[in-house]
């Protein structure tokens, strides 16, 4: 089992710039959600994709847009980006096994992201 | 608005020391509470607590869920080098999906 897989690992980009960051979830997993990390904090959730929809969001702008695909495969794509951005952004996937339940987040190595 | 508060934010000690890490917390909607633990870049998963499993422990690490009193506690025995980490505590709240709510962490070093 592969786990969760993410890339690219390291990424530079420019202010303004667009980018896009892609994620593999755990074998047998449905749900994946993205979280932003800053140097030094806990990880704060932007998105969560079930079933290809959008079906939480956290306290990010409208620049930041997501995509499932239907092999439950994810994007995190960030546009017009501001330095603040910089960060290490973190995919967690698990399964969803119903609202009564705990559900066990397992999480990608992360894509470190440098805006300049 | 959902919140995770984590203490010490540091904590340095000794090879064989036992340690409490703390996590208290508010949220709306509570479903389970986790700890991980972050090395380098991922988060590894560690133990998740529920109304139904308040205590779990793995090894030389343990953790407790106070759901009345809200809070959560890890304990590790008998500590190594390779123990030294970044402690995430997160609450996982949600009537229609599973967000985590993080505390900043508690950064562990552990010298020989």
């Known amino acids: 089992d592969a786990g969760v897989t993410q890339s690219p690992t390291h990424l530079i980009k420019t202010r303004g710039q667009q980018v896009t960051l892609r994620c593999s979830p755990k074998s047998g997993h449905d749900t994946v959600s993205w979280y932003q990390q800053a140097l030094g904090q806990g990880p704060q959730f932007i998105f969560q994709?079930?079933?290809?929809?959008?079906?939480q969001r956290g306290n990010f702008p409208d620049r930041f847009s997501g995509h499932q695909f239907p092999n439950y495969s994810s994007e995190l794509n960030v546009n017009a980006l501001l330095l603040g951005d910089s960060a290490l952004y973190l995919c967690?996937?698990?399964?969803?096994?119903?609202?009564?339940?705990?559900?066990?987040?397992?999480f990608g190595q992360g894509t470190r992201l440098t805006v300049v | 608005e959902d919140k995770v508060v984590q203490s010490p934010l540091s904590l340095v000690v000794h090879e064989g020391d036992t340690v409490t890490l703390n996590c208290s917390y508010e949220?709306?909607?509570?479903?389970?509470l986790l700890w991980y633990k972050q090395e380098k870049k991922a988060p590894t998963f560690l133990f998740m607590l529920t109304s139904s499993g308040i205590e779990k422990k793995s090894g030389r690490l343990s953790s407790i869920l106070d759901k009345k009193e809200l809070f959560s506690i890890l304990n590790i025995t008998a500590t190594q080098t390779g123990d030294s980490a970044v402690y995430l505590c997160?609450?996982?709240?949600?009537?229609?999906?599973?967000?985590?709510?993080f505390g900043e962490g508690t950064q562990l070093t552990v010298n020989p």
């Open positions: 997160a609450v996982e709240e949600g009537t229609s999906g599973s967000r985590l709510t």
């Open positions: 967690a996937s698990s399964f969803f096994v119903g609202t009564g339940f705990g559900t066990e987040a397992f």
């Open positions: 949220v709306t909607n509570f479903r389970s």
């Open positions: 994709y079930y079933e290809e929809e959008e079906r």
